[in-house]
């Protein structure tokens, strides 16, 4: 009888504990869920146009037809490309056009990204990523000229073959601190490619300006980080490279993001997204949510502060960006000059944005697209 007792008693107390582990985990669940159902909050409105004196904002110049990265030369000049196939030097009032070869200007793809040698004052090399026909379709490249005496000379391909698209093309280049060429590549609209280590597509890529892998590379290969399903920012703070990447598209867009690069970092597309977590994979340190879009374009970094370009956002976005706990995000110039793309910042320290109106997506205005000039302290 007491053994019956004893046994009962056992089987009483398992059954709590069962229980009482179920609703633990149960309410464990519920937190994970609550968490990850959180949407961070709306941007903060931030400058608009009508708050700005005439001396602090400065349309440089108009007429471009759809902008896509900017560089600054040395003699006061500035580059712009264009995505139909076009260089552009802006000087003095003047400006003059160069055709790139075999450009081929299909959906989002074209001419893209660009970037100066960090001793372009002596070699005069230029980079360029463009889209072009390849053996098995669209493809994007990587090619250096010389551009000497208003012409581009010495054409060397530094890396063909990456997947391209009429969508997802990445494509934004930028030397780093430590002297090396990045290149954002997107998924070119297969996000598997994104894991794939193998494809060129959907990756960060890191090469020296010959276009050979670097000592330190992750995987012996060009790419740097992987994951990725359309990156086109990159900016660095304190020696550490950020970046912005569109998110999913569609009737369901959202989830862009902001990442903090890490060499051999998985940053889950398509697999995770806002602030899901899997083993191996790194969420983003910012995001849109799953209601609201940037379509973020070019980055730039200032005292502290990270700017980006907003497509289908309207707007210049900053964010004071945290390692732990929230970045808080600000937008600037909402509807007040339609799409940004490109953000740099200038030798004379000054914000430098360009319209992207023609594309196709925007509402073009008077004077589109354009190159706009901010003293970034009006931000505060």
């Given at each position: 009888?007491?053994?019956?007792?004893?046994?009962?008693?056992?089987?009483?107390?398992?059954?709590?504990?069962?229980?009482?582990?179920?609703?633990?985990?149960?309410?464990?669940?519920?937190?994970?869920?609550?968490?990850?159902?959180?949407?961070?909050?709306?941007?903060?409105?931030?400058?608009?146009?009508?708050?700005?004196?005439?001396?602090?904002?400065?349309?440089?110049?108009?007429?471009?037809?759809?902008?896509?990265?900017?560089?600054?030369?040395?003699?006061?000049?500035?580059?712009?490309?264009?995505?139909?196939?076009?260089?552009?030097?802006?000087?003095?009032?003047?400006?003059?056009?160069?055709?790139?070869?075999?450009?081929?200007?299909?959906?989002?793809?074209g001419?893209?990204?660009?970037?100066?040698?960090?001793?372009?004052?002596?070699?005069?090399?230029?980079?360029?990523?463009?889209?072009?026909?390849?053996?098995?379709?669209?493809e994007?490249?990587?090619e250096?000229?010389?551009?000497?005496?208003?012409?581009?000379?010495e054409?060397?391909?530094?890396?063909?073959?990456?997947?391209?698209?009429?969508?997802?093309?990445?494509?934004?280049?930028?030397?780093?601190?430590?002297?090396?060429?990045y290149?954002?590549?997107?998924d070119?609209?297969?996000?598997?490619?994104?894991?794939?280590?193998?494809?060129?597509a959907?990756?960060?890529?890191?090469?020296?300006?010959?276009?050979?892998?670097?000592?330190?590379?992750?995987?012996?290969?060009?790419?740097?980080?992987?994951?990725?399903?359309?990156?086109?920012?990159?900016?660095?703070?304190?020696?550490?490279?950020?970046?912005?990447?569109?998110?999913?598209?569609?009737?369901?867009?959202?989830?862009?993001?902001?990442?903090?690069?890490?060499?051999?970092?998985?940053?889950?597309?398509?697999?995770?997204?806002?602030?899901?977590?899997?083993?191996?994979?790194?969420?983003?340190?910012?995001?849109?949510?799953?209601?609201?879009?940037?379509?973020?374009?070019?980055?730039?970094?200032?005292?502290?502060?990270?700017?980006?370009?907003?497509?289908?956002?309207?707007?210049?976005?900053?964010?004071?960006?945290?390692?732990?706990?929230?970045?808080?995000?600000?937008?600037?110039?909402?509807?007040?000059?339609?799409?940004?793309?490109?953000?740099?910042?200038?030798?004379?320290?000054?914000?430098?944005?360009?319209?992207?109106?023609?594309?196709?997506?925007?509402?073009?205005?008077?004077?589109?697209?354009?190159?706009?000039?901010?003293?970034?302290?009006?931000?505060?």
């Open positions: 009888m007491r053994v019956s007792i004893r046994v009962r008693a056992l089987r009483i107390l398992l059954l709590v504990a069962v229980v009482a582990g179920a609703a633990y985990a149960f309410r464990g669940q519920l937190f994970v869920l609550f968490f990850h159902s959180q949407a961070p909050p709306a941007p903060q409105q931030g400058i608009a146009l009508a708050d700005l004196d005439e001396g602090d904002i400065t349309v440089l110049a108009e007429g471009l037809e759809i902008p896509w990265a900017l560089a600054f030369l040395p003699d006061g000049g500035l580059l712009v490309t264009e995505r139909p196939g076009r260089l552009t030097r802006i000087a003095g009032g003047r400006r003059n056009s160069y055709d790139v070869p075999a450009v081929r200007h299909a959906g989002e793809g001419l893209m990204g660009l970037a100066l040698h960090p001793d372009f004052s002596s070699n005069r090399w230029i980079y360029l990523c463009l889209t072009a026909d390849g053996a098995d379709g669209l994007n490249r990587v250096r000229f010389r551009f000497s005496n208003e012409r581009l000379e054409r060397k391909v530094i890396l063909d073959g990456i997947p391209g698209a009429v969508f997802h093309d990445g494509c934004q280049l930028a030397f780093g601190p430590d002297g090396l060429l290149i954002t590549t997107g070119a609209g297969r996000g598997d490619r994104a894991q794939d280590r193998r494809s060129l959907g990756k960060i890529l890191r090469l020296t300006a010959e276009g050979d892998v670097p000592d330190g590379n992750p995987f012996g290969t060009p790419v740097y980080s992987y994951g990725h399903r359309n990156p086109q920012g990159l900016a660095w703070h304190r020696g550490r490279l950020w970046s912005t990447e569109h998110g999913r598209s569609g009737l369901r867009s959202g989830f862009d993001e902001l990442n903090l690069i890490e060499a051999g970092a998985n940053y889950g597309w398509p697999v995770i997204e806002g602030n899901e977590t899997r083993p191996g994979m790194t969420p983003p340190v910012r995001h849109s949510g799953p209601n609201y879009t940037w379509a973020p374009g070019g980055a730039a970094y200032w005292d502290g502060r990270i700017f980006f370009g907003g497509l289908r956002g309207e707007a210049l976005y900053e964010v004071r960006p945290r390692e732990r706990g929230r970045a808080e995000l600000r937008a600037h110039f909402h509807s007040d000059f339609g799409r940004v793309r490109e953000v740099r910042l200038g030798p004379d320290g000054m914000l430098y944005f360009t319209t992207s109106n023609r594309d196709g997506r925007g509402r073009v205005r008077g004077g589109d697209d354009t190159i706009v000039r901010v003293n970034p302290k009006v931000f505060g």
